[in-house]
């Protein structure tokens, strides 16, 4: 089984609605990150967690929430879809007390299409 | 401004054919820089970290290499299973999570 999950993994979804995209994560990891990848531009962080209490916005984080509901599970929100929002977004973990703790692992990712 | 940029966007090679892909960096002090692997389709896999210039680290065809301005990642004789976009990212020393992503470089092995 994979380390980390990503559920749906293609969503096609109209503007203005809102939608959730999950990630778990089977590694024991407390870090938890979102991004996004747009063609052309490097993976740009949207929200990530330190722990199921610690919260922080990364450098895209409008017209996004999160939630840590447990420490293998983050979800992200689009409270408003909108089509530029369009794009593939992945979830990362990381283990902070790891000799190597920036290492990221990646889940397989979603496919999101705003219409 | 932290910035990471890789050359050349894109890169076609035949079977065998030894080249160079390369990471440029400007950063406040550097903790780590990063090299992953990323698959048509999924998310990116761990290669490698380097933390100081002069380091190399080496995995099958592929050896990556860091001085203060730029990391290479060289493949030796490469196979068209070697295909797949090669992200590079760096963490900051004034950072304590977050990496700063480059584009990628999408190699192509043309068996």
């Known amino acids: 089984d994979a380390d980390v999950t990503q559920t749906p993994r293609n969503r096609i979804t109209k503007t203005g609605k809102r939608i959730m995209l999950e990630c778990s994560q089977t590694?024991?990891?407390?870090?938890m990150y979102w991004y996004r990848q747009d063609p052309g531009l490097g993976l740009r962080l949207i929200y990530y967690?330190?722990?199921?209490?610690?919260?922080n916005k990364g450098e895209i984080s409008d017209g996004y929430s999160v939630s840590r509901q447990a420490q293998a599970k983050f979800s992200l929100s689009l409270e408003s879809a909108i089509p530029n929002q369009t794009a593939l977004y992945f979830c990362?973990?990381?283990?902070?007390?790891?000799?190597?703790?920036?290492?990221?692992?990646f889940g397989p990712g979603t496919r999101l299409l705003v219409l | 401004e932290d910035q990471v940029t890789q050359s050349p966007e894109a890169l076609r090679l035949q079977e065998g054919e030894s080249s160079s892909l390369n990471c440029s960096y400007t950063?406040?002090?550097?903790?780590?820089l990063f090299w992953y692997r990323q698959d048509p389709g999924k998310g990116p896999e761990f290669l490698f970290t380097?933390?100081?210039?002069?380091e190399e680290k080496e995995k099958e065809r592929l050896k990556a290499t860091l001085t203060k301005k730029e990391s290479f990642l060289h493949i030796t004789a490469p196979k068209p299973e070697d295909s797949a976009t090669y992200l590079c990212?760096?963490?900051?020393?004034?950072?304590?999570?977050?990496?700063?992503w480059g584009a990628g470089t999408k190699l192509i092995i043309k068996p």
């Open positions: 590694k024991g990891h407390d870090r």
């Open positions: 990212a760096v963490q900051a020393g004034d950072s304590n999570y977050q990496l700063i």
């Open positions: 967690s330190f722990d199921v209490k610690d919260i």
């Open positions: 990362a973990t990381s283990d902070s007390i790891a000799q190597t703790q920036e290492t990221q692992y």
């Open positions: 380097l933390y100081s210039a002069g």
């Open positions: 950063v406040s002090g550097l903790r780590g």
